[in-house]
């Protein structure tokens, strides 16, 4: 019985849990031996507590027990590291939190509670999402369930790889150049990063404030959709988030059947030099099978997104650089012994930060700094306008883009870590979205010859998220590609 | 006045600027994350084949705008669950090293 009730999805679970079929104490019990088990050879988690874990579980038993009908309650779901949770550490993958207690709940965090789900475990990340592997986590690289030899994708490649290996039926996760979108595709589960401003950031540990957006990872986009739908909505505690009502897609993503009367976007850019030819295969495919369930594909310019990485890679560290300041052991975290105040602050940075954070909050400082700030930052800013417009009028031609998440599948643990540029590469596909402030998921598409996943990039105007959610659903339910497990 | 980018000034003193971003480096450090930080400069100067003339700033790709509230004192953390995430407190305060002689 426990092997197959970590195979309930999201809402598979929710709808066992009214039918009296299990309990929360019996699933989050099952999800956590599974963890037990598997987490020697996989490391997706930082942090679980079987006896905290028990106590929710068995809290949201009663109160079904006693007439709580809310249709989420007991639903078990990881957090990625670098979202506060009351009460647990939150270590956002770098020494520099070690010790850390969150004091108060993110936003998105107390809306999951309210609806009654259980927090099971928390998931491994790049050092303040920093990364595209989980390998520059202070708590070791996560392995990918495909393929223990290589990486999860980052950052959050721990929910990626959580919820790829049935840890867990969704997880929560953050996207500020690609770090839901690449570790579905690399992992094989669906990842959705919404609309900037559609949810609340208060009490997601701060990357870079412009592009961070908290997003969930699940094994179907109805999963998908029915987190999103809990934590979406405007927060009195983040002013970026939008008053516009989220409305309910999932009546729409459940039933979507076809994509008759619906345009998809196909950029010539993203099938450019450097896309591996099997993920060009996988994805081409993906998009004929679109076109068979009635799309109507036309081809849309998107000519500056080859200045992506580099307008990303000025802005996000100039960003991260002034987030990261609060980092000096002070009023939380580590501190480095010292004599005097300017010591302990340049002691505790050093020894705290890993290398790529050191690197990132550097560069972030250099490029705007006085002197250089016009070059670098501003400039950037203004690619930053003619990327959004590339996408305004691609969007006059069809209703989304569709192309490939990632250049390549999965890489192995160690190829990239050396060289940080090669690394930053391979965001090519993602950080445009996080530019221009859009919508766009990764849904599962196939598998290379070598048995790796790859995923399908549905991108959408601001605000269209459930669009997007609907269109992916239609694809998704036209193929078995999200029902393959890792064998591990 | 806007700067202008110039061939050879995208190379950075990489102990100057760790020192403004309060981050101690070792000499072996150091000499790597010059390397690293020349090759991502060179990459990132692409952008001056841009024209950006007369295109304005993006800082926050969203609808956002100010959002008013009223200015009403509202519960913060408490003094106790401040002081326990603090590594070092005395008498009720978070405590530093010595910063006046």
Redesign the interface.
């Known amino acids: 019985m426990s092997a197959d009730l970590c195979e309930l999805g999201f809402l598979e679970a929710a709808d066992a849990l009214a039918k009296g079929e299990t309990t929360s104490a019996e699933l989050t019990a099952a999800l956590l031996a599974r963890s037990e088990q598997l987490e020697p050879a996989l490391n997706a988690l930082t942090w679980r507590d079987a006896e905290a874990v028990k106590a929710a579980a068995t809290a949201a038993d009663e109160a079904r027990a006693a007439g709580d009908e809310r249709p989420l309650l007991g639903v078990p779901i990881a957090i990625k590291d670098l979202l506060n949770v009351q009460g647990q550490p939150c270590t956002a993958g770098s020494n520099i939190l070690k010790g850390y207690t969150a004091p108060y709940d993110a936003t998105v965090i107390a809306r999951l509670r309210a609806a009654g789900c259980v927090f099971v475990s928390r998931t491994n990340t790049d050092e303040f999402a920093m990364g595209g592997s989980t390998e520059t986590s202070a708590y070791g690289t996560t392995r990918n369930p495909w393929d223990p030899e290589r990486v999860p994708g980052g950052s959050s490649g721990g929910s990626a790889a959580a919820v790829a290996a049935r840890l867990a039926p969704a997880a929560l996760a953050s996207d500020t150049g690609g770090s839901i979108r690449q570790p579905a595709a690399f992992c094989g589960v669906t990842g959705f990063k919404p609309t900037y401003g559609r949810v609340s950031r208060y009490g997601c540990t701060a990357f870079a404030s412009s592009l961070d957006q908290v997003g969930p990872m699940a094994r179907t986009v109805e999963d998908a959709a029915a987190v999103y739908q809990v934590i979406a909505g405007l927060d009195p505690h983040d002013s970026t988030t939008s008053p516009r009502p989220v409305g309910d897609c999932l009546a729409d993503v459940r039933a979507a059947e076809d994509l008759k009367g619906v345009r998809l976007g196909l950029p010539k850019e993203y099938f450019a030099e450097g896309l591996d030819p099997e993920v060009e295969r996988l994805t081409r495919a993906a998009v004929e099978q679109c076109r068979g369930l009635g799309a109507e594909i036309v081809d849309v310019d998107l000519p500056n997104s080859k200045y992506g990485i580099a307008c990303y890679y000025i802005l996000a560290p100039a960003e991260a650089s002034a987030n990261l300041a609060r980092y000096d052991g002070v009023r939380y975290g580590f501190r480095a012994a010292a004599e005097e105040l300017q010591e302990m602050y340049e002691k505790t940075r050093a020894q705290g930060f890993g290398a790529e954070v050191k690197r990132r909050v550097i560069l972030g400082t250099y490029v705007l700094s006085s002197g250089f700030h016009d070059a670098y930052y501003l400039r950037a800013q203004k690619v930053r306008t003619l990327i959004r417009r590339d996408f305004d009028r691609a969007f006059e031609q069809c209703d989304a883009i569709v192309g490939p998440v990632t250049p390549t599948a999965a890489f192995k643990v160690g190829e990239k870590s050396a060289d940080p540029l090669q690394m930053y590469l391979g965001d090519i596909f993602t950080v445009n979205v996080n530019l221009a402030g859009i919508c766009g998921l990764s849904v599962p598409c196939g598998f290379t010859a070598g048995g790796l996943p790859a995923g399908l990039h549905v991108v959408g105007p601001a605000f269209e998220d459930a669009r997007i959610l609907t269109i992916a659903a239609a694809y998704q339910h036209a193929t078995e590609w999200h029902r393959k497990q890792p064998k591990i | 006045m806007?700067?202008?980018?110039s061939e050879n000034a995208d190379r950075?003193d990489?102990r100057y600027?760790?020192?403004?971003?309060?981050?101690?480096?070792s000499d072996e450090?150091a000499a790597q994350?010059q390397g690293?930080?020349d090759?991502?400069?060179a990459?990132?100067?692409?952008?001056?084949a841009?024209d950006?003339e007369g295109?304005?700033?993006?800082?926050?790709?969203?609808?956002?705008q100010?959002?008013m509230?009223e200015d009403e004192p509202r519960a913060g953390?408490s003094r106790e669950?401040?002081l326990?995430?603090?590594?070092?407190a005395r008498h009720g305060q978070?405590a530093?090293?010595?910063?006046i002689e």
């Open positions: 806007a700067m202008k980018f950075m990489v600027v760790a020192g403004l971003a309060r981050i101690a480096l450090e994350l690293q930080l090759d991502i400069l990459f990132v100067g692409e952008l001056k841009l950006v295109v304005e700033a993006t800082d926050v790709a969203g609808e956002a100010n959002a509230r953390l669950t401040v326990a995430n603090a590594p070092l978070i530093v090293p010595k910063v």
